[in-house]
């Protein structure tokens, strides 16, 4: 107990154990996170200016793309900083706060995706009763639920973690506060905040995977049955994007939750903890505009009087 002490800041070792790389993994990410925000505030500008993306999956992709603005800006300053100049430190309060809106904001993206599932099920099973189903109110209900059980959902692991009693050392081997390194740190037992993190993850994780899961096979016995070919293609263009999106993240999830990281090196549950913060948000907007043709086409009607006046 004499080696207690109340932290008031962490220091973040980033990727010391790289050495000579450093200065390639900056461009890397850089890159990364310039291409990710203007991606996802083209998305943003494309369907509030373009009058023809008002159909509801436009509303939900909207909120999708503003999403993944905030993983990329809260992760993205420390993790280039860390790269720049090396070991950074943090507030215990930034600490907190980092923690807890990336751990939300992946809540919020379970939740997102099983009600953009839900949004693409019923345009393909039941499109006569689609404009009935899923009015404005059903979106906004849906998507004012996401986010609200995102933010809700880590309040008690957070609370629980940063209670903690830490030890004098205060050097987190990462990149950003992540519940691993900053459990490593305390001096008391932990099982409690491991078994009741686990719990919670495991409801966020999966009841939005189950309902996900349950849309699609909805979907796929609709387009089944479906007697013609160009049918079958258009229901399959419509939730192929989407579908690519779920697999992406819940597979980067289990990539980085499914090996204990107790047996994982220090460097190695790094490069896992950048897969759904840092390369799914780059990656989702590419398959929404690439995919989607009104996307592109909003995009060409968007950039028309600029090149025009280019032109001229």
């Not at 990364?32 to 008002?54: A, E, H, K, M, R």
């Not at 992760?75 to 090396?86: D, F, N, V, Y």
């Not at 009693?165 to 008391?188: E, G, N, Q």
């Amino acid at each position: 107990m004499a080696n207690l002490t109340a932290i008031k800041e962490f220091l973040l070792l980033g990727f010391g154990g790289l050495h000579g790389l450093q200065w390639f993994l900056l461009g890397i990410f850089l890159g990364i996170d310039v291409v990710t925000l203007l991606g996802n505030f083209l998305i943003l500008t494309v369907i509030s200016f373009d009058c023809n993306l008002q159909p509801p999956m436009y509303f939900f992709l909207s909120n999708f793309s503003f999403l993944e603005i905030w993983y990329t800006t809260s992760i993205a300053p420390k993790m280039l900083q860390t790269l720049l100049s090396g070991p950074q430190v943090i507030s215990f309060v930034g600490c907190v706060a980092q923690f807890y809106f990336l751990a939300s904001m992946a809540a919020v993206e379970c939740f997102l995706l099983a009600a953009m599932s839900y949004d693409r099920s019923i345009a393909i099973c039941s499109p006569l009763q689609y404009p009935s189903l899923v009015n404005l109110h059903t979106c906004i209900f849906l998507v004012g639920g996401s986010w609200l059980g995102g933010f809700l959902t880590p309040v008690v692991t957070v609370t629980m973690t940063f209670q903690l009693p830490f030890c004098a050392t205060y050097k987190t081997d990462h990149f950003f506060c992540d519940l691993a390194p900053v459990l490593k740190l305390a001096c008391s037992d932990t099982e409690t905040v491991e078994k009741t993190t686990f719990l919670l993850a495991s409801f966020v994780t999966m009841e939005p995977f189950l309902l996900t899961v349950a849309s699609y096979v909805h979907i796929v016995a609709a387009v089944l049955g479906i007697p013609s070919a160009a049918g079958k293609q258009w229901a399959f263009s419509t939730c192929s994007s989407h579908l690519i999106v779920v697999a992406l993240y819940y597979g980067t999830l289990g990539t980085v939750y499914a090996i204990p990281t107790a047996t994982r090196a220090a460097a190695l549950n790094k490069i896992f903890s950048l897969f759904y913060p840092v390369v799914t948000p780059l990656v989702n907007p590419i398959v929404y505009s690439l995919r989607n043709k009104d996307v592109k086409k909003a995009m060409r009607r968007l950039m028309s009087p600029w090149v025009y006046a280019r032109g001229t």
